[in-house]
């Protein structure tokens, strides 16, 4: 697995320094945000490193002060999960599609899925926004769910995944009276948990932690989802900084613990789209 | 299994023939949820920014303006903006990929708490940006923040970093008393924006490093053997084998880095706000071109516009790509 070894035990100790330094960088911004979420007002202010007195209270006092804060959180979850079952439908039939079927334009529309991945955003902003707005979608959850039910990452995904499995699967089934859609309910499905699980990481990822969209086409507070809510507490907690960091705590916690029960999957699913593309 | 295994043998070399012989009209039909939501929402939106930027007006009435915003978008407060997206890519993309490759580096050195530490790197990228530059901006505070605290009791001067509009040279000429005179466009980011990108490295370097880690371990440990029993040291190693096998991955994350610094809008909208700025920050000195674009369609309601500043932010960014793909493409293929 190794390169090569260091053989040094100081080079070793100066490795293990560097990377703690990195660790630390990395972490020092949540640990502040914690500690500072735990102390009062005065005390956040002037800048102790502990809490004199540990303040669990912000945390049930920033919920009441962000006025929708369960809403917020319900949004966001509903948004997310659903979102995610839509990617899974769309994209295992579409890299299903790709991986095992043969039809005219295959390889074109294949570029085509992976070109939407080259386009910025920004882009599309203004014209989806005008959509939006023309169907009146407006405040409502299709505005936020429905643009992102596909996508070429979770296609791209499946398809490389789904060409891997060995042909004589197939050939077994077709003998057993399978046809290609129950072929991939019952066999390619459960096969592909992996892919499964990461498409559906990095989209729930990507639905719970974006701002601009939802900025765009929500105004009602009722429809917002956690960020949006969120990014206009920094404004209105104002100088509660204690509350500000208790409030970031808790958008921060789902994702966290989501991560670190299924980091392994994280990383697989970078290691391999990432790259071969 | 092992009950069809038979049969298949049996019927090989008749099914794949046949299969391969025709049609899966089905196909379509497998294609058509994904493509019908790329279509609407990813594809042809490319094409009506094109026509919504040649159009003025509220986002309900368009009437046809030719080539009006254009004209508009590519006046001075495009090419401010430009420039301040540019110091925003060039200030993280080297620096970020730079940290990323040396962890990486270092991890990949049978370390026995790889996992460990490449667990805590990633961190930054998964957690939400709203969240983590609220932060940061907290740290950033002028007046209670962290840095400041920790600069007055060692003594040394303070700053105001999110709501300082001053460019580097000023703020070092102010310092040092020593006048640069340098011309404004080599004035540097404001100090603003240099916070902004300081964030911006410490969120994406744990990404890119486990990038660079996975492009190293696809490197075949064969070869470093093969090279160290003709007597390669280790910085011939690294020299030879790692910067020519890596070179692909570098490649990948360079684009797709400057590519998401060009795009850069969550981290400055919430840190502009967290410090009490309108959107743009201290003189607008953080309004990169996606907050411009931003600012341009939400708060003067202008979507032709911010169509054109769209499309031309998408040109811009495909230029890049192609020139990196000539640059440094063939090299990286070569490898």
């Known amino acids: 697995m190794n390169a090569y070894r260091f ?107 992976l070109f939407t991945m080259m386009i910025p955003g920004e882009v599309e902003l203004v014209p989806n926004y005008i959509l939006i707005n023309r169907l009146g979608w407006n405040n409502t959850y299709f505005a936020l769910i429905i643009p992102w039910i596909a996508g070429a990452f979770s296609i791209f995904l499946m398809r490389q995944f789904f060409i891997a499995i060995p042909d004589e699967l197939y050939d077994a089934a077709v003998l057993d009276g399978c046809g290609h859609f129950r072929f991939l309910v019952e066999v390619v499905l459960p096969l592909s948990a992996p892919a499964l699980i990461t498409s559906a990481l990095f989209t729930f990822l990507g639905s719970w932690n974006s701002l601009e969209w939802p900025l765009l086409v929500t105004t009602s507070q009722a429809m917002r989802p956690i960020q949006v809510g969120l990014a206009s507490f920094v404004s209105e907690a104002g100088t509660q900084v204690q509350w500000l960091m208790a ?14 029960v299924a980091q392994r999957w994280f990383m697989e699913g970078i290691s391999t789209t990432g790259l071969k593309g | 299994m092992s009950l069809v295994k038979p049969l298949v043998t ?62 508009t978008a590519l006046g001075s407060e495009f090419w401010k903006s430009l420039q301040i997206t540019l110091y925003f890519a060039l ?50 505070d002028p007046q209670a923040g962290i840095l400041k605290i920790i600069s007055q009791r060692l003594g040394w001067p303070t700053f105001k970093w999110l709501i300082e509009p001053r460019s580097l040279a000023r703020i070092f000429e102010g310092l040092t008393n020593v006048h640069l005179g340098l011309p404004a466009w080599a004035q540097g980011p404001s100090l603003a924006l240099v916070a902004v990108i300081i964030f911006s490295i410490w969120q994406y370097a744990g990404y890119d490093t486990v990038l660079f880690l996975a492009g190293l371990g696809n490197i075949p440990g064969e070869l470093y053997e093969a090279a160290r029993i003709d007597g390669a040291n280790r910085f011939q190693l690294f020299r030879l084998i790692t910067v020519p096998l890596l070179a692909p991955t570098i490649f990948f994350v360079l684009i797709i880095s400057t590519i998401g610094s060009f795009q850069a809008f969550n981290q400055i909208y919430v840190m502009n706000q967290a410090a009490a700025q309108t959107l743009g920050g201290p003189l607008d000195t953080t309004r990169t071109v996606s907050v411009y674009l931003f600012k341009t369609l939400w708060e003067s309601n202008d979507p032709g516009l911010a169509a054109a500043i769209g499309v031309l932010m998408a040109l811009i960014i495909l230029g890049m790509t192609l020139i990196q793909f000539r ?3 063939r090299r990286a293929q070569a490898a």
């Open chain 1, 7 to 113: 053989r040094s035990s100081a080079t070793r100790v100066a490795i293990y320094a560097a990377l703690i330094v990195g660790a630390a960088a990395a972490l020092f911004p949540f640990v502040w945000m914690l500690l500072t979420s735990l102390k009062s007002y005065s005390e956040a202010t002037i800048g102790t490193f502990l809490p004199k007195v540990w303040l669990w209270s912000n945390y049930p006092q920033a919920w009441d002060a962000m006025k929708f804060f369960p809403r917020y959180l319900g949004n966001s979850v509903f948004i997310a999960l659903a979102t995610v079952l839509g990617v899974l439908v769309t994209s295992s039939l579409a890299g299903y599609a790709f991986a095992r079927m043969r039809f005219p334009g295959r390889d074109a529309l294949f570029v085509l899925v």
């Open chain 2, 91 to 140: 200030g993280t993309v080297p620096v970020t990929m730079g940290i990323a490759l040396v962890l990486a580096y270092l991890l990949f050195q049978g370390i026995r708490a790889k996992g460990l530490f490449r667990v805590i790197y990633f961190l930054p990228y998964i957690t939400s940006t709203v969240a983590s530059a609220a932060v940061w901006a907290w740290v950033y």
């Open chain 1, 247 to 260: 409030a970031a705590t808790m958008t921060i916690l789902p994702v966290v613990l989501i991560y670190f």
């Open chain 2, 327 to 329: 640059l440094l493409g």
């Open chain 2, 10 to 71: 049996v019927t090989a070399s008749a099914t794949p023939e046949s299969r391969r012989r025709r049609y899966d009209w089905e196909a379509y039909l497998y294609l058509l949820p994904a493509f019908l939501i790329l279509g609407v929402f990813h594809i042809w939106p490319v094409l009506n920014a094109l026509y919504i930027s040649l159009h003025t007006g509220p986002t309900v009435r368009l009437a046809y303006a030719g080539l009006k915003n254009y004209q």
